[in-house]
């Protein structure tokens, strides 16, 4: 696949899927063709959040059916969510484990991966937001993306995620490197997201780059804006522009070019592409 990205934590409330939705439609007004993959059958998935929230219920055709099939393929499933391109979930997956698990399926970490093969060619990235729970959904993420973006909270609670996160995923690797011994997962970048004022927000980011953790050179901070985004259904970047909504106010602009970072991030495929002297600063 072309440069894939699994954001994800272990801890749920990061502001993951806010995250994954913002950094989709930065990476598409750059003009690049962005395919969005959201695997969370949870009320308040990405799904929801760009207006589709109708796809994820009733009987009809969705990811669940996919992953299921011996041949799979996600084409049909794909709508359009404006600046980038999206698989809808389904309430579906919250059973797909135990579905697999009666079905004998084979290889069923490999499921997403072989589903996306088809899509290749048309998409320049792909976005992958699985739950927060370690299940199979999670595996596929991974194993589809092998890159993950991490937003943690700054708080001791999300310092010691991290280390349980890279034990998590070193685990992963040496399981399906039994499969391909060159399968790798790496983490791109850790995202201080819902970011405060506090001493202790500071005391964790010093703790994490004194670690040698790829902690981005900026935090996300926690803006009212992001709600309201959310509720009007869009990513923060239409809803800028919207003459639908509200202007953002000078103090919340830097979300803009905060998400600008994740997505250069994520277009360079280290962190070391958001760190200008103006971010640092920030």
């Known amino acids: 696949m072309k440069r894939a990205v699994t954001l994800w934590s272990e801890s749920g409330g990061v502001g993951k899927t806010t995250l994954a939705t913002n950094t989709a439609a930065a990476l598409g007004r750059r003009g690049a063709d962005v395919l969005v993959v959201d695997l969370d059958p949870q009320l308040g998935s990405l ?4 207006g589709y929230g109708e796809l994820k219920t009733g009987d009809r055709d969705h990811l669940g059916d996919v992953l299921l099939a ?3 393929d996600a084409s049909d499933l794909v709508v359009d969510a404006g600046a980038f391109d ?20 084979n290889l069923r970490e490999f499921r997403l991966r072989s589903a996306l093969a088809p899509l290749a060619a048309e998409y320049d ?15 596929n993420a991974l194993v589809a993306a092998r890159d993950v973006v991490i937003p943690i909270e700054l708080t001791r609670k999300g310092s010691v995620s991290i280390d349980g996160l890279e034990d998590t995923l070193d685990s992963m690797q040496r399981g399906f490197q039994t499969f391909d011994e060159d399968f790798r997962l790496g983490i791109v970048a850790v995202v201080p997201n819902e970011v405060g004022d506090s001493n202790i927000y500071r005391e964790v980011r010093e703790q994490l780059e004194g670690e040698g953790k790829p902690v981005t050179p900026f935090g996300i901070r926690k803006r009212d804006v992001l709600k309201q985004a959310w509720q009007a259904q869009m990513d923060l970047f239409t809803f800028a522009e919207s003459s639908e909504t509200r202007e953002l106010r000078d103090y ?8 600008e970072a994740v997505a250069r991030i994520v277009e360079e495929g280290s962190v070391d592409a958001a760190a200008t002297p103006e971010e640092v600063a920030r």
Do not use: W
């Not at 990235?125 to 595996?139: C, E």
């Open 47 to 50: 799904t929801d959040h760009v």
């Open 70 to 72: 011996e041949d799979g």
């Open 86 to 105: 999206l698989i809808p979930s389904h309430e579906a997956l919250a059973n797909i484990e135990s579905e697999m698990a009666a079905r004998g399926t």
């Open 125 to 139: 990235y792909f976005l992958i937001d699985p739950p927060a729970t370690l299940n199979v959904l999670v595996d």
């Open 252 to 259: 919340e602009k830097d979300l803009l070019d905060q998400f």
